[in-house]
């Protein structure tokens, strides 16, 4: 399965941007997805988390600012990004856990390459 993610860019501090993550392949749903960022010489950092029971947690840094969401008909994730911040800079990269078909229970892998976010102040 190829995640491939999109719609990072440049904005203005109090901007808004909203990120996808498409599913390709041999996927039948997406179990659980997440959203990740790194900034230049900083750790990785969760983000957001879109589970499979329908609920969603967020890094303090983001809360009520994301909303992670998906489609699953698309096998989609979006993550959408509001009042940005300059500390929001960072390549974003998505990860979602997988079931290759209604029967099968197990939970496969997969990382999508990221998408840079570049917030000015």
């Known amino acids: 399965v190829q995640l491939q993610a999109s719609g990072g860019g440049l904005v203005q501090a109090g901007g808004s941007l909203r990120l996808s993550c498409a599913a390709s392949g041999n996927i039948f749903s997406i179990n659980v997805a997440k959203w990740y960022r790194q900034a230049p010489g900083k750790e990785r950092e969760l983000v957001a988390v879109s589970s499979s029971d329908g609920s969603t947690n967020y890094a303090d840094s983001v809360k009520g600012r994301f909303t992670i969401s998906r489609d699953n008909t698309k096998n989609t994730v979006y993550l959408q990004m509001n009042s940005l911040r300059p500390e929001d800079t960072a390549v974003y990269s998505c990860?979602?856990?997988?079931?290759?078909?209604?029967?099968?229970?197990?939970?496969?892998?997969?990382w999508g390459r990221g998408t840079q976010v570049t917030v000015s102040s």
């Open positions: 990860y979602v856990g997988y079931f290759t078909s209604r029967r099968s229970s197990v939970i496969h892998n997969s």
